[in-house]
């Protein structure tokens, strides 16, 4: 079974750019939509962004619209997030994950069947 590895996290201060990555240790993953997802202590797996398997269609949440951009690059088997104009409510680990084969609200952590291990990003001054 495939396995995603995130990187690119770190800490940075507000108004910062922050470019993650995530890549997948074969091609499986090439015909599913991909997302990301954050999560902070003691609150649920929250949204980010999503790109279909060609990376024309993106889907972003409303937080991070015009200032987090997903891409992928099928022949890396790898999905990026550039992040830009970081906020200090942006601090959490982010995730990337596939989406099961058999559908699903792509906004929806539970429509995700593969999920990476998380690669902490930290937004302060």
């Known amino acids: 079974q495939a396995q995603l590895e995130e990187s690119g996290g770190g800490l940075v201060q507000p108004g910062d750019s922050l470019r993650l990555a995530c890549e997948a240790s074969?091609?499986?993953?090439?015909?599913?939509?991909m997302g990301w997802f954050r999560q902070v202590p003691g609150k649920e797996r929250e949204f980010v962004a999503a790109?279909?398997?060609?990376?024309?269609?993106?889907t972003y949440a409303d937080s991070v619209r015009d200032r987090f951009f997903v891409s992928r690059e099928n022949a890396k088997n790898a999905i990026y997030l550039q992040m830009t104009d970081l906020r200090p409510e942006d601090t959490a680990v982010y995730y990337c994950?596939?989406?099961?084969?058999?559908?699903?609200?792509?906004?929806?952590?539970?429509?995700?069947?593969?999920w990476g291990q998380g690669t902490p990003v930290t937004v302060s001054s």
């Open positions: 074969d091609g499986s993953f090439s015909e599913n939509i």
């Open positions: 790109v279909s398997p060609t990376g024309v269609t993106l």
């Open positions: 994950a596939v989406r099961s084969s058999s559908g699903g609200n792509r906004i929806y952590a539970s429509s995700y069947s593969h």
